[in-house]
């Protein structure tokens, strides 16, 4: 029987946190091993820290999201660090550029991209990274900053991008709009990419797959979306299973 991994869910977002006991028993009812929790500030990272103290299925990453920069101050980045330093963090994310909403000014966002990708390259940390609308400018960053390790979440880009990405030394995954009508050839994108460098999501609770858009996305439809992966690579389930753990196991140095 194979496992998953949802390499990134907010599940200690107010919206899932509310009934999280139900959230995680429906993730172990649906193949669902082990959870990259991605934390956005510090109320969600305690959450985190005291649902990996009960069980130990889960990973904490916490990072700064681009929208958001303006909310954290020089203090708050100490504390990131001092978590870094502790050993309490996975991966530092999610972090990147983000030019859809227009919340931050560029520059600052630029600014605060560049400071976190150092404090994880400072602590030997993956990087979760988000990009909406700022292809250039993303990797213009991590091209200066390389070399790099890390996940491109819930990726959207072109072939041609992925291509710079993989050989920037990233991997790629994929969340719900995978199995959207309208995924705009992500499928095709997706079918090329080497399975060693490969991961699926859910983001939850945003973007749920189809056909279960207009629910509340969480965990245990990550396995909707691994299904369309499978079909995409005509790969056996339990292979591609397997290798997803491998490749955690590779990037986060977790058994």
Known sequence: MYTLIDTHCHITCDALYERIDEVIQNAKEHHVERMMIICTGFKEYERAESLKQKEDMFDIALGFHPCDLYDFSEDDYLRLEQLLQEGKLAAVGEIGLDYHWKDVEKEDQKKGFVRQIQLAKKYDKPI???????????????????????????????RETADIVLKMGFHIAYGGPLTFKNSRGAPEVCEQIPLDRLFVETDCPYLTPHPYRGKQNEPKYVEVTFDKMCEIKQVDKEILAKQMKQNYEALFGKK
């Open 128 to 158: 979760l990274i988000h990009m909406r609308e700022a292809t250039k400018d993303t990797l213009d960053i991590l091209q200066e900053y390389a070399p790099h390790k890390g996940i491109f979440h819930c990726f959207s880009g072109s």
